[in-house]
Structure formats: C-alpha cells, structure tokens
C-alpha cells in the first residue's frame, strides 16, 4: 500500500489524518462503546460471521442499536481491505454510543451511534516467541462482571497487561474466586494428561473467536477436549499453557510467574496446534471469494 490508510467513520471513507470525532463523543468521554479485532488473510476477513455474531451481542447487551446489517458490514469492510492493498491485515471497528449535546451518564435521546473502521497491516509475531513460548504472571482479575461484552472500557484491562510487562512478561493470565478465566486480551487454555481444557463461555471471560478455532482444530486433530473452570492453583501443574487472540493466535505460556511450564518449551500439542492453525490460515488465504 502506498499513502496514508484510509479509514471508514460515520457513512464515508478518509484518510487516517483527516478522521476525527467530537469531543462529546461518549466512547471519549465514557468509554460507551463495543469493538472487534477481526484479522484478514490475504484480503479473506477471518471467521467474519462468529465477529459478527459477537459484535451483535456487545451491542444488544449495551443497547446501543445495530448500524449496518452483516451484508452491509461484509461490504463495508471489503471495501476497506480494498483500498489498503489487500493482503493481511488486522481490522478495528469500533461502535459507540455517539455525541450528545452534554456530558450526561443518561442514555441520550436521538443520536446516532459512531461507527470507525481501520486497518492495518498485521505484524508478524517475534521469531522467540514461536520457538521459545512467552512469559505469563498470574494476576487478580480486577475487571467487572461482563467480561463477555467486547466493552472499550479497557483500562483494567490495560493495567494488568502493563503489570505484566513490568514483570518482564508478555500477559497476565486472570484469576477470580480461585479460578483462571482468560489473559488480559487472550482465551486460556491448558494441558493436562494430553487433555486440551479450556474454561466454558460466561460471563467472567470474552467468547474468544481464536478460541472457537482452536478448541475446533484440537478435536479435529484427535485431541482430548474439555470446557470446564481451570482451578488457578492447576496451573502449576500443567505441561503446557496457552493464550489465543485474533493478534497473537495460539501461543504457548512456557515461564508462569518465573517458573517453568512444563519442560520450559513448547509443548508436542502446542506444535501439532499451532501447524493447524498455520494451515487452516493458508487455506483461507487461496480460497475463492465468497
Ligand atoms: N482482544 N479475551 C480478551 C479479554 C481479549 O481482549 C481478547 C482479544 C480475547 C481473544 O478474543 P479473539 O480470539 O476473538 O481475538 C480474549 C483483542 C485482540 C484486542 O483487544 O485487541
């Protein structure tokens, strides 16, 4: 791609630097508003229908009203893939509640709800953490209660990644009441006795899409599955630890709190997961348009 990206906001397409929203806007002042992270592979937008699907519950549960159909939004965000060269790319939609008149917590009567799009190019993940794993520290979940809404609100969210930062880790994995539900910005997965766990869907964890995947690509590959709670202190025990995210994919956790997970390295389901998940990319990447 060449110049600068083009973004969508509110019905038309601008460049980057020519976006802006008032500064009444409540996602501004009060973080009222839901979002997505949908990858695109080659130019193919990736599980468009589950982010979708997502995104329709975020805004139910905010009452913020639905802007475009799924149709709409597929054309929307083709269209956006288009005119920043294709290939692969990392869309953000955004949705908020809008501007009103005044600062009030009140719903406002009679304002539209703003939508931004943007993409940009994804990034590759470094080299070390694919063949050495990343670091994980177990941190208290300070979230709220509706982890399952994809909320903008992120500021504990935002926290707890720093705090893992400064311990020299790349995520914080959350615990609440005892139990582990999912990373700062990534689903949770663990191995134990060659079994793939993954905690069940709620309301304490985001429904992740890599998740769906990768639960999917365990079962296909012959893996044994289970959704059930991960005890924190489980976590000493398992031979290996995962983190999925539409970012980062499928990674493997090989230091937790300084301590290693398993051996210390990638583990043989990690591997067999990871190549799946490669594949199941290349696939999208040459399919026929749909
Ligand atoms: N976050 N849990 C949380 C709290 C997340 O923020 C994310 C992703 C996930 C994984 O969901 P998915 O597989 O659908 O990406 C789980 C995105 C990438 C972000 O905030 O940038």
């Known amino acids: 791609m060449s110049?600068?990206?083009i973004v969508w906001l509110n019905g038309g397409f601008v460049p980057l630097a020519e976006a802006c929203v008032?500064?009444?806007?409540?996602?501004?002042?009060?973080?009222?508003?839901?979002?997505?992270?949908?990858p695109a592979y080659g130019g193919r937008l990736f599980r468009l229908e589950a982010h979708l699907r997502r995104l329709e519950h975020s805004l139910e549960a905010t009452r913020i009203p639905f802007p475009f159909t799924p149709r709409e939004w597929r054309e929307l965000l083709e269209e956006l893939i288009g005119r920043n060269g294709g290939s692969d790319l990392s869309i953000y939609l955004?949705?908020?509640?809008?501007?009103?008149?005044?600062?009030?917590?009140?719903?406002?009567?009679?304002?539209?709800?703003?939508?931004?799009?943007?993409?940009?190019?994804?990034?590759?993940?470094?080299?070390?953490?694919?063949?050495?794993?990343?670091?994980?520290?177990?941190?208290?979940?300070?979230?709220?209660?509706?982890?399952?809404?994809k909320s903008?609100?992120?500021?504990?969210?935002?926290?707890?990644?720093?705090?893992?930062?400064?311990?020299?880790?790349?995520?914080?994995?959350?615990?609440?009441?005892?139990?582990?539900?999912?990373?700062?910005?990534?689903?949770?997965?663990?191995?134990?006795?060659?079994?793939?766990?993954?905690p069940?869907?709620?309301?304490?964890?985001?429904?992740?899409?890599?998740?769906?995947?990768?639960?999917?690509?365990a079962e296909e590959g012959g893996m044994a599955v289970a959704e059930r709670p991960i005890e924190a202190r489980e976590l000493a025990t398992a031979d290996e630890i995962w983190v999925t995210s539409s970012t980062r994919r499928v990674l493997a956790v090989t230091r937790l709190d300084g301590r290693p997970v398993g051996e210390g390295r990638p583990g043989p389901l990690w591997t067999r997961i990871h190549a799946a998940y490669a594949a199941h990319v290349g696939r999208l990447r040459t399919e026929e348009p749909s």
């Open 94 to 149: 955004q949705v908020t509640r809008g501007a009103a008149a005044h600062r009030d917590h009140a719903f406002p009567e009679g304002v539209e709800p703003t939508v931004f799009a943007m993409a940009t190019p994804i990034r590759p993940l470094p080299r070390r953490w694919l063949e050495e794993g990343i670091s994980a520290v177990v941190l208290d979940d300070i979230r709220w209660e509706r982890c399952d809404i």
């Open 3 to 5: 110049g600068q990206p």
């Open 22 to 38: 008032p500064v009444l806007d409540r996602g501004f002042l009060l973080g009222d508003g839901v979002y997505e992270v949908i």
């Open 200 to 217: 069940p869907k709620g309301h304490l964890l985001l429904p992740g899409i890599t998740r769906d995947l990768v639960l999917e690509l």
């Open 152 to 198: 903008i609100s992120l500021l504990a969210n935002v926290l707890l990644r720093q705090q893992a930062l400064d311990a020299d880790a790349q995520e914080a994995i959350l615990v609440r009441d005892g139990q582990a539900t999912e990373g700062a910005a990534s689903n949770l997965f663990m191995v134990i006795d060659a079994t793939v766990i993954t």
